[in-house]
């Protein structure tokens, strides 16, 4: 009998959807699972067909988080800092990585849906990071990019209180970039992955090296970073500007 994979990969028209697949769990993080994710993303990152990915969960939310009973029984993983590199590897993919979050998005599943570039929450979704009721402290990111996203202050009233905050708060804050009425997620997600591989690919890989490189740095080094590293025009510039003067001609 063969195993139910536990991420599941569905491409599109220039798109892929990765979909965490542990709903009678609520899609709770396991190194099995991790082990898939990691491998789904050294996968993507030679696959010059998919343009963006966007990352899910399936059932019922995102992601409960970190599997509390695997904390509890200790865990075989690879390395002290595997979780966190594989995070990194799936945040440096050359093309944009979305997260679409419905229902629970706690701790360990923030810290994934952080790892994207983006976040877009339906009006179901719920965000929190738990680590201090449990007693215990970030190891897959929180502490470094939770207040890249929202502000140092935002970041340790989370942190602190533990508290669970709606999908309007999370827009309010910056952790989610917009809401939709669940019922219309699928949709948005086809429309904004449609959006962005109609755009260049070139242009995508290159944006995202320029903003990681200079990310809160000064400014004056910032600007200088982009004239000197920037990474010129894209193979398929003259092509695209052809397309759009022959519509206008």
Not at 71 to 83: C, K, L, M, N, T
Not at 151 to 163: E, N
Not at 182 to 202: G, P, T, Y
Not at 213 to 239: C, I, K, S, Y
């Amino acid at each position: 009998m063969m195993t139910e994979p536990l991420i599941l990969r569905e491409d599109r028209a220039g798109w892929t959807i990765l979909t965490l697949n542990r709903p009678d769990k609520l899609n709770a993080l396991t190194v099995p699972l991790f082990r898939e994710l990691r491998a789904h993303v050294v996968a993507l990152a030679s696959d010059d067909a998919i343009g963006c990915v966007v990352l899910r969960g399936a059932g019922k939310c995102f992601s409960a988080g970190h599997d509390l009973g695997d904390i509890a029984s200790g865990e075989d993983v690879p390395s002290r800092g595997w979780h966190s590199e594989t995070l990194r590897m799936m945040e440096r993919l050359r093309k944009p990585v979305i997260a679409a979050v419905h229902g629970h998005c706690y701790t360990g599943a923030l810290e994934v849906a952080l790892a994207c570039d983006f976040i877009i929450a339906a009006d179901s979704a719920r965000f929190g990071d738990t680590h201090a009721k449990w007693a215990l402290t970030p190891i897959w990111g929180m502490s470094q990019r939770l207040p890249r996203r929202v502000g140092t202050a935002t970041a340790k009233r989370l942190m602190f209180t533990a508290d669970m905050i709606d999908a309007a708060e999370a827009v309010r804050i910056g952790l989610a970039e917009y809401m939709v009425p669940a019922a219309e997620l699928d949709a948005e997600i086809e429309r904004i992955a449609a959006r962005i591989v109609a755009n260049s690919a070139f242009s995508h890989a290159a944006n995202k090296r320029l903003l990681e490189a200079t990310d809160g740095g000064a400014l004056d080094a910032g600007l200088q970073w982009e004239v000197m590293e920037n990474e010129g025009v894209g193979p398929d510039m003259r092509d695209r500007i052809a397309a759009f003067t022959g519509k206008r001609g």
